[in-house]
T-cell receptor, first 113, second 114 residues
């Protein structure tokens, strides 16, 4: 049972444009969400997070939006840069599951120069 | 400040053997979690240790076991290796438990079981 879903395995964007990565979840007990970026041969790197009491969190070029009623979150990267090319994972944590992170399957972002 | 480190980087084992993977937490972090990432999948939670005690476990059989030491470094042990255990094993440390305690990942150990 995939509780966190990233339905787009890949995304290609022109440098300077906006990248939008999407994530859906099914567990209504999730209350904290994180985005990680992963380069080949490296571990996931934390990017940005959002608590379920907010609907937006911004950090530089990265903004995460949360729509609780739709159980949907998205990561916006503006402007996109070639160095942003990586696999992006959405992760969720729930009140009843301690600190366990449940990950999606990832979206591979390619930013074209 | 040193980040999370893992050893070894790569490992090849034969089915039925046992393996120990090691993790050094980020300085000041008392919580460590282990994840298994199969090819094309997201990381799957194995278990977590907080101050040397297990604090949650995912859907992994008992042949997956762990330890956390007083200096908060950690080990993941897998007995009776199976071919499906081939994966990237990730260790993540966090400052403490609770919401807002971001998990920081090491580079992983790539385990191949033949």
């Amino acid at each position: 049972d995939q509780q966190v879903k990233q339905n787009s395995p890949s995304l290609s964007v022109q440098e300077g444009r906006i990248s939008i990565l999407n994530c859906d979840y099914t567990n209504s007990m999730f209350d904290y969400f994180l985005w990680y970026k992963k380069y080949p041969a490296e571990g996931p790197t934390f990017l940005i997070s959002i608590s379920s009491i907010k609907d937006k969190n911004e950090d530089g070029r990265f903004t995460v939006f949360l729509n609780k009623s739709a159980k949907h979150l998205s990561l916006h990267i503006v402007p996109s840069q070639p160095g942003d090319s990586a696999v992006y994972f959405c992760a969720a944590r729930g009140l009843s599951s301690g600190d366990k992170l449940t990950f999606g399957t990832g979206t591979r972002l390619a930013v074209r120069p | 400040e040193t980040g999370v480190t893992q050893s070894p980087t790569h490992l090849i084992k034969t089915r039925g053997q046992q393996v120990t993977l090691r993790c050094s937490s980020q300085s000041g972090h008392n919580t460590v979690s282990w994840y298994q990432q199969a090819l094309g999948q997201g990381p799957q939670f194995i278990f977590q240790y907080y101050r040397e005690e297990e604090n949650g476990r995912g859907n992994f059989p008992p042949r997956f076991s762990g330890l956390q030491f007083p200096n908060y470094s950690s080990e993941l042990n897998v007995n009776a290796l199976e071919l499906d255990d081939s994966a990237l094993y990730l260790c993540a440390s966090s400052l403490t438990l609770g919401q807002g305690a971001v998990q920081y990942f090491g580079p992983g150990t790539r385990l191949t079981v033949t």
